[in-house]
């Protein structure tokens, strides 16, 4: 994957490794949107919740955009935050605006050709990855944020007084383990999975491939007595767990080497993964054909040939039974 350089595309690469093993580089933009448009978590203002003000960019494919349109469904945003995605392949160019996929969108704020093009339009000289999600303020014609993990604490809080949705998925009385869960599945899970799908040297796949099947145990385990991960209540951190579930099965496991077992080898796991997307506006944000399509085509060192596998054929609809 390439990046911009000073405002300029090159594919010279900038994912780092340590002895074979995938190291993901921080997000770049870091802005936060608040109801009156204070000083957010890191300190920077301006940015006022407000409807039609905010641009999404996401990619279906995307577990990291997955968060973001899965928290703009559960509060009810898809009226005050627009979106377009991209194509689901990300090739040389990086990200693109083609329409030539079901559900690509083309870029509907600016008609860019690539999701770099935002980038620079925000910030000329910008140097870094250029990822999904992005978060775009139209008033001032910048990039609010491009950090999944702050987008969906945005979406959860800052709009609730435009939308009357007061559903916290970020309560303040259990934040502390939330972090620790979140913690821990982000390093073992939702970044385990490409820790070992990326893995250069066989120490580093099995150091990450143990790691991520030593989790999904654990969760297995709290999910037997727990509905959630948090007991009763469902909170952000089902949802972050939820978007690398739902493609485990499809991508993770054969493509990045997760084979141990599957989601649907855990009872517990596979019917929390189920409730989950059958939760309210959840199954509309999840599109195989972008999950399947993205990873076995645009990852042309795992898969020269860039053949799509069809399946897996799974019954999301099938009735969890976790109440």
Known sequence: MGHLERGVWTTAPIAKTTEGRFVRPESSFRNWITADGSAGP???????????????????????????????????????????????????????????????????LHGSHFLRDVYVKADPEFTGRVTVPVLWDKAR??????????????????????????????????RAEIEEVNARIYHTLNNGVYRSGFARTQEAYDEAVGELFDTLDWLEHRL???????????????????????????????????????????????????????????????????????????????NPCRIVPVGPDLDWSQPHGRG
């Open 42 to 108: 890191t300190g920077t203002g301006g940015f006022k919740a407000e409807s039609g003000r905010y641009h999404l960019y996401v990619s279906y494919a995307c577990p990291w955009a997955h968060r973001a349109l899965i928290f703009r469904a559960l509060k009810g945003l898809e009226d005050h935050i627009s979106v377009s995605a991209v194509h689901p392949d990300m090739l040389g160019d990086g990200w693109q605006f083609g329409t030539d996929f079901d559900g690509a969108t083309g870029d509907d």
């Open 141 to 174: 014609g910048t990039i609010v944020s491009n950090e999944s993990a702050e987008i969906i604490r945005m979406l959860n809080s800052a709009f609730d007084e435009i939308t009357g949705n007061g559903d916290d998925y970020w309560p303040e009385a259990r």
């Open 224 to 302: 037997s007595h727990n509905r959630y991960l948090m007991g009763d209540t469902i909170t952000e951190a089902d949802w972050r767990l939820f978007v690398t579930l739902v493609r485990f099965d499809h991508v993770y496991h054969g493509h990045f080497k997760c084979n141990r077992r599957r989601i649907v080898d855990y009872p517990n796991l596979w019917a929390y993964t189920r409730e989950l997307y059958q939760w309210p506006g959840v199954a509309g944000t999840v599109h195989f054909d972008h999950i399947r399509r993205h990873y076995h085509y645009s990852h042309e060192t795992i």
